[in-house]
C-alpha cells in the first residue's frame, strides 16, 4: 500500500512557514507477526509539537531532519496478525503525519465501542480534552461557585475548561483573539463574560468580567495573560499552568511576569503539569466527557482540513488562530 507523510525538511526559526516541511510517498509493508496495518480517519496538530521541532532536551524528544513527524491519530484496521484486532477497528495511535502505516499491537489503543465521531476522540473526548479535565479539577482544584478565567479559551482545551467550569456552577470568563469566538463562548457555550484580548486591556476586561477577583486561572497562553492573571488573583487562588503559546515562536527568553513576588502575599499556587502525569485518569475522563457529551451538557466544535497536503497549514494555524475549536487533519480518502 502507498501512504504519503509529512517530513521536517528544516527546524523554523521563528513562525513555522510551509517551507519547514515536505511531503513524501512511501510503500507501507504487509503486516508481520503481532503488526497491525492501519489507514488514519484523522490526526492532530498540537501546539507542543512546535517544541519538538526545536533541537533541545524536553519531555519528548525533538523530531528529526528528514524523517515523518509524529502526533495523534485515529484509524482503521485494514488488516491485522494481532489477536487484539480486527480489521474495521479504530485503533488510536502516535502514527500521525502520514496516511497509512504498520504498527506492532502494542503500539496501538484499540477505542472499542465510540460513543461520538472519531475526531472527538482527538478533541473533546481526546488528549486536549483531558488536558482541560485534569489541569482544571486536579491541578487546579476547582471548588463549586469558583471564578474561572482561562486563556485560549476558544480553542480545544479551552472551550472544554470553560464548560466543565460551568458544570461546577462557576463564574467563567474566557479570552479569545475574535469576535466570532467571542460570540461562541458567550452564546453557545454559556461563558459569563468573553473578550478579544486584541482588544483594550486584559487586565481592564478581568476587572469587568470578574470584579471579585479570580480563583482559577487557567494559562494557556503565559506572557501579558499570566501577568494581567496574577494581578487579579485572589487569596489562595491556584494558577494551572497548562501552556504559552505566546512563547513557542520567540526567538528570545520572553520576560517573566513583573507581579511574580505577588504570589507570596496572596499564597497562589503555580503549578506546571503535562496531561500524562494523569494518565491513572483516562478512563474516568472518556466516561464522563462521553457521557457530557451525549447529555448536551458539553459541545464541541472543530476546524477540519481535508487531506494530508494541508497538514502544515492546520500545524501553522494554531499560531494565527485559524482554528476555533480543535483542529483537525482529516485523511478519509
Ligand atoms: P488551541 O486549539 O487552543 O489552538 C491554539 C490557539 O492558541 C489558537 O487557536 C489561537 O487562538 C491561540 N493563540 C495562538 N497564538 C497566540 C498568542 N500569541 N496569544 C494568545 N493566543 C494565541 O490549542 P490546544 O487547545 O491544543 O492547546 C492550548 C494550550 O494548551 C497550548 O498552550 C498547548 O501547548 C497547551 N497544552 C498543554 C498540554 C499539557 O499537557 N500541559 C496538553 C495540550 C495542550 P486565538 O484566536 O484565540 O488567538
Given amino acids: 500500500m502507498k501512504s504519503r507523510e509529512i517530513q521536517l525538511k528544516q527546524r523554523p526559526a521563528g513562525m513555522p512557514t510551509p517551507a519547514d516541511f515536505a511531503i513524501a510517498e512511501t510503500d507501507v509493508p504487509d503486516p508481520a507477526e503481532n503488526q497491525v496495518l492501519v489507514h488514519n480517519v484523522c490526526m492532530s496538530v498540537d501546539p507542543y509539537m512546535r517544541g519538538r521541532m526545536v533541537d533541545r532536551k524536553s519531555y519528548v524528544p525533538p523530531f528529526q531532519i528528514g524523517e515523518a513527524l509524529t502526533g495523534?491519530?485515529?484509524?482503521?484496521?485494514?488488516s491485522s496478525n494481532s489477536?487484539?484486532?480486527v480489521e474495521g477497528d479504530f485503533v488510536q495511535s502516535n502514527y500521525g503525519w502520514r496516511e497509512a502505516f504498520v504498527a506492532n499491537a502494542q503500539e496501538l489503543t484499540n477505542l472499542g465501542e465510540l460513543k461520538a465521531t472519531p475526531s472527538a476522540y482527538l478533541g473533546a473526548i481526546g488528549m486536549p480534552g483531558m488536558t482541560a479535565y485534569v489541569g482544571l479539577l486536579e491541578v487546579g482544584a476547582l471548588k463549586d461557585g469558583e471564578t474561572v478565567f482561562v486563556s485560549g479559551a476558544a480553542g480545544a482545551v479551552g472551550s472544554i475548561?470553560?464548560?466543565?467550569?460551568?458544570?461546577h456552577d462557576c463564574r467563567v470568563i474566557g479570552s479569545a483573539g475574535s469576535a466570532e469566538k467571542v460570540a461562541w463562548l458567550t452564546g453557545e457555550l454559556g461563558f459569563d463574560y468573553a473578550f478579544n484580548y486584541h482588544d483594550?486591556?486584559?487586565?481592564q476586561h478581568l476587572?469587568?468580567?470578574a470584579p471579585d477577583g479570580l480563583d482559577v486561572y487557567f494559562d494557556n497562553v503565559g506572557g501579558d495573560h499570566l501577568e494581567a492573571a496574577i494581578f487579579h488573583m485572589?487569596?489562595?487562588?491556584?494558577?494551572?499552568?497548562c501552556g504559552a503559546i505566546s512563547q513557542y515562536n520567540a526567538t528570545e527568553p520572553a520576560p517573566g511576569p513583573v507581579n511574580l513576588t505577588m504570589a507570596i502575599g496572596l499564597g497562589l499556587t503555580l503549578r506546571g503539569f503535562i496531561v500524562s502525569?494523569?494518565?491513572?485518569?483516562?478512563g474516568k475522563f472518556r466516561s464522563d466527557m462521553e457521557s457530557w457529551i451525549?447529555?448536551?451538557k458539553v459541545s464541541y466544535r472543530e476546524t477540519v482540513l481535508e487531506g494530508i497536503e494541508r497538514a502544515p497549514e492546520a500545524f501553522i494555524g494554531l499560531f494565527t488562530g485559524t482554528n476555533t475549536g480543535k483542529m483537525i487533519v482529516s485523511l478519509q480518502g
Fill in 277 to 282: 502525569h494523569f494518565n491513572q485518569l483516562a
Fill in 294 to 296: 451525549a447529555d448536551g
Fill in 200 to 203: 483594550g486591556s486584559i487586565l
Fill in 207 to 209: 476587572r469587568t468580567g
Fill in 83 to 85: 489477536d487484539d484486532f
Fill in 161 to 167: 475548561v470553560g464548560q466543565i467550569a460551568k458544570l
Fill in 72 to 78: 495523534g491519530a485515529i484509524g482503521r484496521v485494514v
Fill in 234 to 241: 485572589r487569596q489562595f487562588g491556584r494558577l494551572p499552568l
